[in-house]
């Protein structure tokens, strides 16, 4: 379903992704681990159009969308949740909602979509008048998958959903994501707790200094004792 093909991806001097290629195909999860500023984020960036590249391709569907803008890209069907949860602070929960499906024009579809959301992430609901900033960091993170999830998208990149969340949510997160794949929906995941990354994938990717060095399922890379030991503690 994603294809990335040798890119490269620099800010100035600094070369953030090396010739990196890995595959995402149709209902999987895949992890992306590696420490920071290994060059993942970049790596997502790039896909969703936000960080330009210098050389190869990204193919959604056999489509080339390495020169897309983020508009277009969304529309093909793929959005991204990003590092920080990025809500709109000074809007309500409902509004954030409805800005992730800005590109549709069935209003219907959205009213019931929300309304889904709400069901789903019941304190949202609840919350639905309340400006986003006033959220806790949790909740914050639960809108912004929500969010994502408005567009009706084919494929979610998420970049560090568990990033500054208390250890008793960051489970209901890993689930939520997790739970994404049973509505037919692809996952790449960026994921600073490697453990937790590798063991709900189907696959992983190991990024280090912006190129690839290990690929595998999640139980090869659980298993790699290069792995465990710079990434699992032993």
């Given at each position: 379903m994603l294809e990335i093909e040798n890119i490269s991806c620099r800010y100035g001097n600094v070369a953030a992704v090396k010739?990196?290629?890995?595959?995402?195909?149709?209902?999987?999860?895949?992890?992306?681990?590696?420490?920071?500023?290994a060059g993942k984020t970049s790596t997502l960036r790039a896909i969703s159009g936000v960080a330009p590249i210098s050389?190869?391709?990204?193919?959604?569907?056999?489509?080339?969308?390495?020169?897309?803008?983020?508009?277009?890209?969304?529309?093909?069907?793929?959005?991204?949740?990003?590092?920080g949860r990025r809500v709109f602070s000074d809007l309500t929960v409902k509004e954030n909602l409805e800005l992730g499906?800005?590109?549709?024009r069935d209003r219907a579809g959205i009213s019931s979509d929300v309304g889904d959301m709400y069901k789903r992430f019941p304190v949202l609901g609840e919350r639905r008048g309340q400006a986003a900033g006033t959220l806790s960091g949790g909740e914050q993170q639960?809108?912004?998958?929500?969010?994502?999830?408005?567009?009706?998208?084919?494929?979610?990149?998420?970049?560090?959903?568990?990033?500054?969340?208390?250890p008793t949510i960051i489970d209901s997160v890993f689930d939520l994501i997790s739970g994404i794949r049973t509505q037919g929906i692809t996952v790449l995941l960026v994921e600073q707790n490697a453990f937790a990354a590798l063991e709900m994938c189907d696959r992983a990717y190991l990024l280090e200094a912006g190129e690839l060095k290990r690929e595998g399922t999640g139980r090869e890379l659980l298993a790699d004792p290069a792995v465990r030991a710079a990434y699992l503690g032993g």
């Open positions: 010739g990196v290629s890995l595959q995402v195909r149709r209902g999987e999860l895949v992890s992306l681990i590696g420490a920071n500023g050389t190869g391709r990204i193919l959604l569907d056999g489509v080339d969308i390495a020169q897309s803008t983020p508009k277009a890209i969304l529309m093909r069907g793929l959005a991204h949740c990003p590092e499906a800005f590109l549709r639960m809108l912004a998958i929500a969010r994502a999830l408005m567009s009706r998208p084919k494929i979610v990149l998420f970049d560090e959903p568990s990033l500054g969340l208390a």
